[in-house]
């Protein structure tokens, strides 16, 4: 199995990102999804730096692939998502109907992102003849919906599985990050720069439930597959993605690297859940409610 | 502009064609459309007794399939598709795009609109399903401003729907994986979102919660009127503060915005509401026609009377309007 490292879906200051994905060049991930996927305000790294990067990571045999904006509203957003679109070098992901609408034009080829929604086998057969290579599985579906679906693609359109991150689960108009500080989404002050992994929201009764990251919202758990790594190997998922997070991603790459040579032991995966910034979950894997987690990882 | 209004049984579908809907929307009794609720929707003879009611009073019956089948639920959604084509109903309201392709190959003559569950918020996705599957109309999704929906629909190649009344679900439609998260079971899998069968209502001295699969979504002091816990409409705390973190509840209304909808060429305003009584969608429709008949007999000079605006609000989730994303400041 592959490892890739998913597009970056928090804002990070300049300094930060050209450090992290500095250091990418020596992990050990086969594909680097690379780009701005929820605000088109992030500007922080423009299209010039991220193909800029993407050099860098290919010149390292990464396989490099540009990652797509979600949720476009504007006008000026399809304009550059038109220059991502006809970079003319790297692939891109598709995460919006409109991306696949342009690259199919062009007749080029591209990755199905996550939003796509490809919940069963014909509509993986019209995105894989529209030029879809490569899908990545929705996040809610299960083990046993994936492995149908493996079992049905067409050749070479292989499945790539969310392994590591908090989930995207929802995507706004709203700004959630500005609506915490009570600032309109127009005059943001780019609020979310300040987040590294999104904020925090609690119940009312402080447990842990989601994460505002501007527009989108994620879990605040972190799903982890990594118990799971037999299962995904026998159901034919061909590449594992894992999310960035600010602190310790090397050592999570590590963690799945080693996988792909060795099950892990239990004290493996406890040492891999701790670098979870408030715990992880796998039920959406189980075909279960996405928050909860198999009680004794592993043991299947 | 035709007014499309939601029809969750047959007394709901003769309110609306009663009270001047140009077209009327409803479901099958499963999980093939996205309010998939006990007690609610249609049996096949439902569905011929509803189409022949509306086309004898010149109202269109569009059948809502827009949910995302997997495979193991594929040929119930494609067998959903034949019976709908089988019943007479003027069109499909389709999301997903394996779906779509069954229906432009199966049933080429019968309608496909674009369900708001698929998604699509710019010209350039709505142009891929049309060149792929022929749709004839797209829903716009609910996280669109004004300005932003009349650019969309100068570009579209097919005419738009926007919502104009009911229920306002803030994050993009058919993205929206929160429900699931906690139940699992989403608008997307199942047709519904934050499903009642994970509710429970407590009494407690802390007051009245609300809680969807055990996690407590609002906590009600005495006096304080309780709502529904959908799960992006519950209060949270995010730092310090104990707030609606995502959204107040409340209901969509934009009837204000109807000239600016009608000059933008929107070709249908949607009701929301296939879940609410025959009594709301009575009144809804009511409303909506006069309204929409006004702004079109004199787009320049429309006003949303005082008592539109009162029978709307009486009607309304949380007793709550709001302009939504219609209106940048929402957003």
């Not at chain 1, 005059?187 to 300040?194: E, F, K, R, S």
């Amino acid at each position: 199995m592959k490892l890739s490292l998913g597009p970056l879906q928090y804002f990070w200051p300049r300094e930060r990102a050209l450090a992290f994905y500095s250091a990418v060049r020596d992990w050990p991930v086969d594909v680097v999804y690379l780009g701005e996927v929820v605000c088109p305000k992030r500007r922080e790294l423009r299209l010039d730096d991220w193909l800029e990067i993407a050099g860098w990571l290919a010149d390292s045999g990464k396989e490099v692939v540009l990652s797509s904006l979600t949720l476009l509203e504007a006008g000026s957003e399809l304009g550059t998502l038109r220059k991502l679109c006809r970079n003319g070098r790297f692939t891109v992901e598709a995460n919006d109907m409109a991306a696949v609408a342009i690259l199919a034009d062009a007749g080029l080829p591209f990755v199905g992102g996550p939003t796509l929604n490809v919940y069963n086998s014909r509509t993986l057969e019209v995105l894989a003849k529209a030029g879809m290579q490569r899908w990545v599985l929705p996040f809610e579906l299960s083990r046993t919906t994936a492995a149908d679906l493996i079992a049905a693609a067409p050749a070479q359109c292989p499945c790539e599985v969310f392994a590591w991150g908090r989930l995207p689960l929802a995507w706004s108009a709203r700004c959630y990050t500005a609506r915490a500080e009570d600032l309109p989404k127009d005059h943001c002050d780019l609020a979310c720069l300040a987040d590294p992994d999104g904020r925090l929201m609690r119940t009312r009764e402080d447990a842990p439930f989601l994460v505002l990251n501007g527009i989108q919202t994620q879990s605040a758990l972190t799903q982890d597959l990594l118990p799971w790594m037999d299962e995904l190997r026998a159901a034919g998922v061909a590449v594992l993605r894992l999310s960035p997070q600010s602190e310790q991603m090397a050592e999570v790459v590590a963690h799945f690297d080693a996988a792909r040579r060795k099950s892990p032991a239990p004290a493996e995966l406890e040492a891999l859940e701790r670098l979870a910034p408030v715990g992880t979950c796998d039920g959406y894997w189980r075909g279960e409610a996405g928050f909860t987690r198999e009680a004794t990882p592993g043991s299947h | 502009m035709e007014l499309l209004c939601p029809a969750g049984n047959l007394p709901s579908l003769r309110a609306a064609v009663d009270a001047g809907a140009d077209s009327v929307y409803l479901g099958f009794r499963d999980a093939t459309n996205a309010r998939h609720f006990a007690g609610l929707n249609f049996s096949d003879q439902d569905i011929v007794r509803g189409v022949r009611y509306a086309h004898d009073h010149r109202c269109k019956v569009l059948v809502a399939l827009n949910t995302y089948p997997q495979p193991a639920g594929w040929a119930q959604w494609t067998r959903a598709v034949d019976r709908a084509a089988e019943l007479g109903v003027d069109a499909l309201i389709l999301a997903d795009t394996g779906l779509l392709d069954y229906a432009a190959e199966r049933w080429p003559e019968l309608e496909r609109h674009l369900s708001v569950q698929a998604s699509a918020t710019n010209p350039e996705a709505i142009r891929l399903y049309h060149r792929l599957f022929g749709i004839t109309r797209a829903v716009l999704p609910r996280v669109l401003s004004v300005r932003q929906v009349t650019q969309v629909a100068a570009q579209s190649p097919v005419p738009v729907e926007a919502f104009g009344f009911g229920s306002l679900c803030v994050m993009v439609e058919g993205r929206c994986l929160l429900s699931s998260y906690l139940t699992g079971r989403s608008p997307n899998t199942y047709g519904a979102c934050s499903p009642g069968s994970h509710v429970r209502w407590q009494e407690t001295p802390r007051g009245l919660e609300s809680r969807l699969n055990g996690v407590l979504i609002d906590r009600y002091e005495r006096g304080e009127k309780a709502a529904y816990p959908t799960l992006c409409k519950g209060r949270f705390q995010v730092g310090e503060h104990t707030y609606y973190a995502l959204e107040e509840p409340s209901s969509l209304n934009s009837i204000e915005l109807l000239p600016e909808l009608y000059r933008a060429g929107v070709a249908a305003i949607k009701v929301e509401g296939r879940q609410r009584s025959p009594a709301y969608v009575a009144q809804v429709t009511a409303v909506m026609r006069a309204a929409i008949d006004a702004c079109k007999a004199d787009p320049d000079r429309f006003q949303p009377t005082a008592a539109w605006q009162k029978a709307l609000a009486a009607v309304s989730e949380g007793t709550q309007t709001t302009l939504g994303a219609y209106h940048r400041s929402w957003q």
